[in-house]
Every structure is written in C-alpha cells, then in structure tokens.
C-alpha cells in the first residue's frame, strides 16, 4: 500500500496530497512555482506526514507570500478579485463589480479548488463562505440578498440591478 504525505509549495503555501508511488507535480497550480523536474521534488519543497506540521508549513509559506498583497484573479465573466489572507486557512476576496466592492470571507485550506472554480466557472464558492459584505453591511450568502451579491460577482452584474432581480 503506497504512504500518503502532504506536499507544500515554497511560495505561496499551497498543499498537495500525494501518495509514493505517485509522479511529481512539475509546478503549483496556483502561483506557477516549479516544485520538481517531474522526477524529483525540489529541495525547496516540503513534504509532511501529519495535518499538525502540515498547517505550520501551510503557515509559514502563505504569511511570506501574501504578505503586503494580494493574489489577482479575474473571473471568466469580468470580475475581479483580489485575495488576501487573514489567517492561514481564512481569506478576504475582494470582488470588484462595475466599480462597487463585494468583500467574501472564505474558508479553506485548499486555495488553488477556490481559484480555479472561479477562473474557470466565473463561480464563487458559497459553501466557504460564512458572510459576504457589500456597502458595509453583512449577509449570509444563502440569503436573498446574500444570494443577489453572488449572482452579481458571478455574472458581473451591478449589485443593485442583480439584488432588484433576485428579489
């Protein structure tokens, strides 16, 4: 039976679950670090057995790398995003929606499933998500309003018009 171990990106922090008789990833899919030459890891790279060592190198790799900025991305549908992290596994993505702020407290060990339903889907992860923000007021994202200012970054909609429709 192969061993499981956790893999963790240098850069950004971004963790991989491998087992040993599995290849190596040539690069994150996340910031585009190159963690091996598809034969061996990188010496930079670490690689962890248990979930508590696992958080501390998760720790460590994305308070450098989201340190005094953010991480860009924009969705299919024109959105924008930044996303800075308040705690290693808690993140703040900021959507800019035709000139109005939609703030979404996301959790998530795993980044990289989040950014890349939005980069391909223009889909915000609601199931992370305990409240959304929008004009300093805060709303469950299964609410009707909460739901509007989804709609809204998914589609990049204005907020106002996606809530009138929704509601």
Same mark, same amino acid.
């Given at each position: ?65 989201? =340190? @005094? /900025?953010? *991480?860009?991305?924009?969705? &299919?549908? !024109? ?55 929008? =004009? @300093? /007021?805060? *709303?469950?994202?299964?609410? &009707?309003? !909460? ?21």
């Amino acid at each position: 039976m192969a061993a499981s171990y956790y893999v963790v990106c240098p850069n950004c922090g971004e963790p991989y679950q491998f087992y040993s008789c599995d290849r190596p990833l040539k690069k994150c899919g996340l910031c585009g670090y190159r963690l091996s030459d598809g034969e061996r890891w990188s010496e930079s790279v670490t690689a962890v057995r248990e979930y508590e060592d696992l958080s501390k190198a998760v720790a460590n790799a994305r308070s450098k790398f989201f =340190r @005094g /900025r953010g *991480y860009k991305v924009k969705l &299919p549908s !024109g959105t924008q995003c930044i996303i800075k992290m308040r705690e290693w596994y808690e993140f703040w993505f900021s959507f800019k929606v035709h000139g109005e702020e939609i703030n979404a407290l996301i959790r998530t060990v795993k980044l990289l499933d989040k950014v890349e339903l939005m980069r391909k889907r223009s889909m915000v992860p609601i199931e992370d998500m305990p409240l959304i923000i929008y =004009r @300093g /007021r805060a *709303y469950a994202p299964m609410d &009707p309003a !909460g739901k509007a200012l989804v709609r809204a970054v998914e589609t990049n909609e204005m907020p106002d018009v996606a809530a009138a429709i929704e509601l």
